[in-house]
């Protein structure tokens, strides 16, 4: 099986599509973590612990890990959460040519999909979308509110940037592990990009702190059964006043959220 085949095995076996984001800000992290060698790793477990029955998928955001420790902790966690049958998608928005996207592309040797930054053209993801057991998000509607400056730009075709990424992706999913990254902020557009991409699973940010449309999310995510809607901060943070309960809050949070989308799917 592929990703996605896998993916929604997990989704039906969960009845969940959350992915919980596991950005591991060193600087919000319970400061009883901090006499740990690997304080990322040590939080990164307790929010997996309290919420791996509610996850779909994790997804750490690898920006949160670039040092020699972090790395470390990446590894750990990325084992850790297999061990618990949960899936790994690394936020990395990685691309490249030649040998640079190669390398790149090694980051799928351990976790099971990944995303990606379409800019430079179809040749900068080829190796990560050779990867046919490998789940392949491509950016395409992004939430946050600077996306627009260049993603709803208008083409001589009269199509927009983000809808001619989208038909590009579609076009390049001839391995069967193609989705798209598109942002619970814009609903009406997420709701235009499945009618235009029927068969593409979207990841969908923007629900949790960023206030996206939770509704147009659940609706919109999936496709053959896979799509994921991801909370970071708004789950791995909801118990940061807790002390050492911070994890119990953490999994409330993701168990909330999923019942919230299952509302609408």
């Known amino acids: 099986m592929n990703f996605f085949d896998r993916l929604a095995n997990r989704i039906a076996a969960t009845d969940s599509i959350v992915s919980v984001g596991l950005d591991a800000d060193i600087d919000r992290i319970p400061d009883h973590l901090h006499e740990y060698d690997l304080p990322r790793w040590a939080f990164n477990r307790r929010i997996i612990d309290a919420t791996h029955e509610h996850a779909a998928v994790y997804k750490p955001n690898v920006a949160f890990y670039e040092d020699a420790d972090g790395w470390a902790a990446l590894e750990e966690t990325i084992a850790y959460a297999h061990g618990k049958d949960v899936p790994v998608l690394l936020d990395a928005k990685r691309a490249d040519i030649g040998n640079t996207a190669r390398q790149y592309a090694k980051l799928l040797d351990s976790a099971d999909a990944i995303t990606v930054n379409p800019y430079m053209g179809r040749d900068s993801l080829d190796p990560f979308l050779s990867r046919e057991d490998k789940g392949v998000f491509i950016l395409c509607r992004t939430s946050n509110p600077g996306g627009?400056?260049?993603?709803?730009?208008?083409?001589?075709?009269?199509?927009?940037?983000?809808?001619?990424?989208?038909?590009?992706?579609?076009?390049?999913?001839?391995?069967?592990?193609?989705?798209?990254?598109?942002?619970?902020?814009?609903?009406?557009?997420?709701?235009?990009?499945?009618?235009r991409v029927p068969d593409l699973p979207f990841l969908v940010p923007g629900v949790g702190a960023q206030g996206g449309d939770v509704e147009a999310a659940a609706t919109y995510a999936l496709a053959d059964g896979a799509g994921l809607v991801n909370s970071s901060r708004g789950i791995i943070f909801a118990g940061e006043d807790a002390g050492e309960q911070f994890a119990e809050a953490s999994g409330q949070a993701a168990k909330r959220l999923k019942k919230r989308l299952n509302q609408y799917r």
Request: charged residues 25%; aromatic residues 6%; proline residues 2%.
């Open 148 to 195: 627009s400056d260049m993603q709803n730009l208008e083409l001589a075709s009269g199509e927009t940037l983000y809808e001619w990424v989208a038909s590009l992706a579609d076009l390049w999913n001839g391995n069967g592990n193609v989705g798209l990254v598109v942002g619970a902020t814009t609903p009406d557009e997420l709701e235009e990009l499945r009618e």
